[in-house]
């Protein structure tokens, strides 16, 4: 699409414009030539002053808490160690688990045999 104007555009008459600063007499770091474009990369201020105070903020708001979360993305690396760490904790945790399970279950066999075995003497 071309960027031309349409023929029967008539464009709106306007007012003369005269723009004036509201009060020429603080002192501006722009010059009175100073393009718009300029001002509008310079976001129309004169002077940016930040200041900031954890003391203040924490005085104002008063926080029950505070947290702090690190978010990361999980790697191959990271993933192989957990599957394997994971792993090696089920089987050790199984292991202990069935060991003394049959250690119980020979222990309750070993009890319920000698108890029969003075009853029926």
Excluded at 20 to 36: A, C, E, G, Q, Y
Excluded at 69 to 86: D, W
Aim: one cysteine or more.
């Amino acid at each position: 699409m071309d960027r031309s104007q349409p023929t029967d555009f008539v464009p709106p008459t306007l007012l003369p414009l005269t723009i004036s600063p509201l009060d020429s007499s603080i002192p501006s770091r722009f010059s009175k030539n100073t393009s718009i474009g300029t001002l509008l990369d310079e976001y129309f201020l004169e002077e940016w002053t930040q200041t900031g105070s954890y003391e203040d903020y924490f005085a104002a708001c008063a926080p029950t808490h505070c947290n702090f979360e690190y978010v990361t993305r999980n790697n191959l690396l990271y993933v192989a160690a957990s599957v394997l760490g994971l792993y090696g904790g089920l089987t050790i945790g199984l292991r202990f688990i069935t060991w003394n399970a049959i250690w119980l279950y020979r222990w309750m066999k070993k009890r319920i045999r000698s108890h029969r075995v003075t009853v029926q003497s």
